[in-house]
C-alpha cells in the first residue's frame, strides 16, 4: 500500500502559464536549467520557466522548492494572482514530499483562497486534492476523502481528464488503507483509462503502480509483480523515485510469499536507499519496516532489531510532523474566522446605522401620536387603569393556580421516572443474583461434604488409621480449592455485572459494544427468569468481531438495551400464551455491525408486534400498550433522549403479529 499520495500536477493548473504538451520530466527540468543559468527570461517568460523548473525537477526538492519561493515572490511584484496561486501550490508539493505537512498544508490553502478569487475551479480541486494527500499521509483518512470527493467533483464539472485522473488515483488508494480493493480498483482503472487516452506514460505509471499494490494485497501476486515492474520501468525513465520506493516494498511481499526471502530483502533495501538519496522520511520509515519483518522471518534477529529501531526514529519524526499539522489547521481556521469577524463587524455597524436611522424617525411619529392621544384620552385613561388592575388580579391568580399545577405535575412526573429507574435497577438485581446461583450452589454443597468428611477423618485418627486419615485430608483439600474456585467465579460475576449497573458519572468511556450488549441481554433474562420460573425464551446472538470500541457513557446505554429487551421478551411471552400453534419458539435476536462511520445495534423479536396506528407514539413520554401497573411508559422515552445524546438514532420497523425490529446507530467518535 502507498504510504503516502501521489503527485501528479494535471495540466489544467498551469493552463495558463505553459504549453499544452507540458509533462512532469526530469530530463525537462534540466533543460529549462540550462536556460534560468543564461538569465535571459524576463517578465511572464521568467514566471513560465520558474513553473517548468519547480515542477519537472523530481531529483532534488530542495532545490524545487527554492524555484518556487523565487516564483512567488516575482509574481507578487508584478501583481500576478494566477502565478502566485501557482507558486503556493508548488511550494506545497514540496514541502509535503519533504515531510514539511505543517508548511504544506499552509502553502495549499492559500493557493485555494487565491484560486477562488480569480473564479478557476480545476485550480481550486487540485488545491483541494493536495490537501487531501496531506490528511491522508496524517492518517485522517475520512477528512482526506472528503476533500479528494471535492477534487473528484471540481474535476468532473471542469472535465479535466488529467487532474480527475490524479483525483481518483489518491482516493484509490485511501480505499486500499481502507481495504476496500473493489472500490481501489474501480477508481485504479478508471484513472489508467484516462491516462492511456491523454497519452501521459508518467500518469499510467502511477496508475499500473497502484493496480499492483491492490492485486498484492487481495494474492493475485502474478498480476501485481507484472503491473508494478511495468510502472517502475516508466517511472525510472522519468526519473521520478518518489513512489518507486512505495512499489518496490509489494514486490519484496510478493517474493516473501514465494519463500525467496533474498530477492524480497534486495526490493526492500533498494527502497530504503532511494527513500534515503531524496529524503524522504516517511518512505525510510515504511522501508525499515518492512526489513525488520523480513530478517525476523529468516531468524536474523539481531538486524531484525537494529531496522526496527531505525523504523521507530523515523515514525517519531512523522508523528512530530501531525502535531504540527494540527497546528496548521488550527492556525488556518483562526485567520478564516478572523476575516469573518472583520467582515461581520462591518456589516453590523451599517445595519446598526440604517436601524437607528429608521427607529429615531419611527419614535419621533410615535412620540406625536401619544401626545394627541394622551391629550384627548385623560379621563379615559384613568379608567382604563383601573379596568387594568382587576384583570392583573385575576392573572396573578390564574398565574398562581397554573404554578401550583405545574409542580403537582412535575412531581407526578419526578415520581414516575424514579419508579421507571427503581424498576430497572430491580430487574438488574434479580438478574445477578440468578446469574450467580450456579457457583453459590457448588459452594454449599462441597461445603456439606467437606463437613462429612471432617467427621471421618477425626474418626480414622482416633482409631490410628493414619493412611485413610490422609487420603481424607486429600479430599478435603480438592473439595477447599473447588470452593475457592467458584467463590472466585461468583465475584467475577458480580464484579463484570455490577460496573455496567451501577450509576457513573456521566463519563464517556471506550466501550466494547459487544461486550456490553451481550451482559445486559443475560441481566434481562435472568432478571425474569427470577421474576417468573415459567418464562422462557430462545436467545440468538451475532455480533460483529471486528467492532471497534466507540466512545459512549456504558451505564447509560446499558439501562437504553434492558429497556429493548425487556420490551421484547414481555412481546414473546403475551404472543406464546394467545399463540395456539404449538410449533411458536419465543425468540429474541440481538446482532452488531458496521455501517459506515456508526455501530449498528439490532434488537428483533417473534412477538406481538406493533400495530401501524400506535408506531409513531411509542417514543413519547408515558405512553405504554402494557397494562395498568406494569409499565410507566418511559422507558422507550428514555431511550430515545440517551440515544439522542450520544448523537445517534434509533428506528423501528414492525409487523403486527409477526415482528418487532429496534436499530440503534451510535456514531464511532
Known amino acids: ?291 525488520s519483518e523480513l530478517y525476523e522471518s529468516s531468524g536474523d534477529m539481531g538486524l531484525s532489531l537494529k531496522y526496527y529501531k531505525d523504523h521507530i526514529i523515523y515514525r517519531d519524526s512523522i508523528n512530530n510532523n501531525k502535531t504540527d499539522l494540527r497546528m496548521a489547521d488550527l492556525r488556518y481556521n483562526f485567520d478564516m474566522s478572523q476575516k469573518q469577524i472583520e467582515l461581520n463587524t462591518v456589516n453590523e455597524k451599517r445595519l446598526r446605522q440604517r436601524v437607528f436611522l429608521i427607529a429615531s424617525l419611527m419614535v419621533l411619529v410615535v412620540i406625536l401620536a401619544l401626545l394627541i392621544i394622551l391629550f384627548r384620552n385623560n379621563r379615559q385613561k384613568q379608567k382604563a387603569y383601573t379596568l387594568l388592575s382587576k384583570e392583573k388580579a385575576v392573572t396573578e391568580d390564574q398565574r398562581n393556580q397554573t404554578n401550583q399545577a405545574l409542580e403537582k405535575l412535575q412531581q407526578a412526573q419526578a415520581h414516575l421516572i424514579q419508579t421507571e429507574k427503581m424498576a430497572s435497577l430491580g430487574e438488574l438485581t434479580a438478574g445477578i443474583a440468578h446469574e450467580i446461583q450456579n457457583p453459590l450452589n457448588f459452594v454449599n454443597n462441597f461445603s456439606e461434604v467437606n463437613t462429612e468428611l471432617m467427621e471421618e477423618l477425626q474418626e480414622e485418627l482416633r482409631n490410628g488409621n493414619v493412611n485413610a486419615a490422609l487420603s481424607i485430608s486429600d479430599g478435603i483439600r480438592q ?104 410449533l411458536y419458539k419465543p425468540t429474541v435476536w440481538v446482532s452488531t455491525r458496521k455501517k459506515d462511520n456508526t455501530a449498528e445495534i439490532i434488537v428483533r423479536d417473534n412477538g406481538t408486534g406493533i400495530p401501524q396506528e400506535i408506531r409513531d407514539k411509542i417514543f413519547n413520554p408515558f405512553f405504554t400498550t402494557k397494562p395498568t401497573g406494569l409499565g410507566t411508559g418511559l422507558g422507550l422515552s428514555l431511550s430515545y433522549d440517551i440515544i439522542k445524546s450520544h448523537g445517534g438514532t434509533i428506528s423501528v420497523d414492525s409487523k403486527e403479529g409477526e415482528f418487532t425490529e429496534f436499530t440503534i446507530q451510535l456514531p464511532y467518535l
Open 1 to 291: 500500500m502507498l504510504s503516502k499520495k501521489t503527485f501528479l500536477l494535471p495540466f489544467a493548473f498551469c493552463l495558463f502559464a505553459i504549453p499544452d504538451t507540458f509533462a512532469q520530466d526530469q530530463k525537462m527540468a534540466d533543460s529549462f536549467k540550462i536556460i534560468y543559468q543564461q538569465d535571459t527570461a524576463e517578465g511572464i517568460s521568467k514566471l513560465k520557466l520558474l513553473v517548468n523548473l519547480s515542477f519537472n525537477e523530481v531529483r532534488d526538492y530542495n532545490e524545487a522548492l527554492r524555484y518556487t519561493e523565487e516564483l512567488i515572490s516575482l509574481s507578487q511584484q508584478a501583481g500576478n494572482d494566477k502565478y502566485l496561486s501557482s507558486g503556493y501550490f508548488l511550494k506545497g508539493t514540496k514541502q509535503r514530499l519533504l515531510g514539511n505537512l505543517d508548511d504544506a498544508l499552509s502553502s495549499f490553502f492559500k493557493s485555494e483562497e487565491i484560486a477562488n478569487l480569480l473564479h478557476l475551479p480545476v485550480s481550486v480541486g487540485n488545491a483541494y486534492e493536495e490537501v487531501g494527500n496531506i490528511y491522508s499521509v496524517a492518517k485522517n483518512h475520512q477528512t482526506a476523502m472528503l476533500y479528494y470527493n471535492k477534487a473528484i467533483i471540481a474535476m468532473r464539472q471542469s472535465k479535466d481528464s488529467n487532474s480527475l485522473a490524479s483525483a481518483l488515483s489518491n482516493a484509490g488508494d485511501e480505499f486500499v488503507k481502507s481495504k476496500k480493493f473493489d472500490s481501489a480498483l474501480l477508481y485504479f482503472n478508471e484513472a489508467k483509462i484516462i491516462f492511456d487516452k491523454i497519452d501521459y506514460p508518467t500518469g499510467k505509471g502511477y496508475s499500473l503502480g497502484n493496480l499492483g499494490v491492490v492485486y498484492a494485497n487481495i494474492g493475485k501476486d502474478d498480476l501485481a509483480e507484472k503491473n508494478i515492474n511495468e510502472a517502475i520501468n516508466i517511472l525510472e525513465k522519468a526519473e521520478d523515485y518518489y513512489p518507486i520506493c512505495d512499489y518496490l516494498l509489494p514486490m519484496a511481499d510478493v517474493y516473501s510469499n514465494k519463500g525467496d526471502n533474498k530477492t524480497a530483502l534486495n526490493y526492500a533495501l533498494r527502497s530504503l536507499d532511494i527513500a534515503k538519496q531524496y529524503g524522504l522520511i516517511e518512505q525510510i520509515a515504511n522501508a525499515n519496516l518492512k526489513l
Open 479 to 582: 473439595n477447599e480449592q473447588k470452593i475457592n474456585h467458584h467463590g472466585k467465579r461468583a465475584d467475577a460475576i458480580v464484579k463484570g455485572m455490577m460496573q455496567h449497573s451501577q450509576t457513573g458519572s456521566g463519563q464517556k468511556d471506550a466501550t466494547n459494544v459487544n461486550a456490553l450488549a451481550g451482559e445486559y441481554l443475560k441481566l434481562s433474562y435472568h432478571g425474569l427468569r427470577a421474576k417468573d420460573k415459567s418464562f422462557n425464551a430462545t436467545m440468538e446472538t451475532d455480533f460483529d468481531e471486528t467492532l471497534p470500541k466507540i466512545n459512549i457513557i456504558p451505564q447509560d446505554v446499558g439501562r437504553l438495551l434492558l429497556n429493548l429487551y425487556n420490551n421484547a421478551f414481555y412481546a414473546v411471552t403475551e404472543k406464546a400464551k394467545k399463540e395456539t400453534n404449538t
